[in-house]
């Protein structure tokens, strides 16, 4: 089942913080970000496990709360690097099931302005 | 390390033609997937192997679309006959299970289909 995510579409200014969430109707092992570029293949950002938490990146930290299934990406202090568009991926087996895949949600646009 | 290869890079067919893609995931990646982007929208799991086997095909149009993945390295997802609804790009993506946590996935640039 695909997660949702929200916002659909996000527009700030150099310098001001945003934050993207992703939820999902089923219990999480894990949720990935990535973040893709206009014609470009997406990125990893950061993997958070059930359990844990990882910061993958400068300025951009995540959360993962298991009672909701939710996760937020949250971007401080955004630079103009930061446009683009942010997906979350969500795990509903765990890693050493056979069964093992990735969903991907449906984005979330963003676009920093000087 | 060298990426996840991907050809054509573009491609233009008419309906009812046939098309290939081909992957070359990165060296050691035991997990290859293939992922069908619309525009707009977040990639859609068509297919995952673990090695030379299918792990996942359940959002596979069967009827249309094949894949393979010949020796558990290179891959191919052919498109037989092509509908109007298949214009997407068509990512190829790999990551290397370690048994102990979830990998990560490396994409690559993805084959941009275009059916008229």
């Known amino acids: 089942q695909q997660p949702v995510q929200s916002p659909q579409a996000v527009i700030l200014r150099e310098g001001e913080d945003a934050v993207i969430n992703c939820s999902s109707s089923?219990?999480?092992?894990?949720v990935h970000w990535y973040r893709q570029k206009h014609g470009e293949a997406p990125v990893f950002l950061m993997i958070?496990?059930?359990?844990?938490e990882q910061k993958g990146h400068d300025k951009i930290s995540a959360s993962f709360n298991e009672k909701k299934q939710q996760s937020s990406l949250y971007l401080t202090a955004s630079q103009l690097s930061y446009s683009g568009t942010y997906f979350c991926?969500?795990?509903?087996?765990?890693?050493?099931?056979?069964?093992?895949?990735?969903?991907f949600g449906s984005g979330t646009r963003l676009l920093v302005r000087p | 390390e060298a990426g996840v290869a991907q050809s054509p890079r573009y491609k233009i067919i008419e309906k009812r033609q046939s098309v290939a893609f081909w992957c070359n995931p990165i060296?050691?990646?035991?997990?290859l997937y293939w992922y069908q982007q619309i525009l707009g929208q977040g990639p859609k799991l068509l297919i995952q192997?673990?090695?030379?086997?299918?792990?996942?095909d359940s959002q596979l149009p069967k009827d249309r679309f094949s894949a393979e993945r010949l020796k558990g390295v290179d891959s191919t997802l052919k498109i037989q006959p092509a509908k109007l609804e298949d214009s997407a790009v068509y990512l190829c993506a790999s990551s290397r299970p370690t048994g102990t946590a979830p990998e990560k996935l490396f994409f690559g640039s993805g084959t941009q289909l275009s059916v008229l």
């Open positions: 089923k219990a999480l092992y894990s």
């Open positions: 192997f673990q090695n030379n086997g299918v792990v996942d």
């Open positions: 991926g969500t795990e509903t087996t765990g890693w050493m099931d056979s069964s093992y895949k990735l969903i």
């Open positions: 060296s050691g990646h035991a997990t």
């Open positions: 958070l496990l059930k359990g844990g």
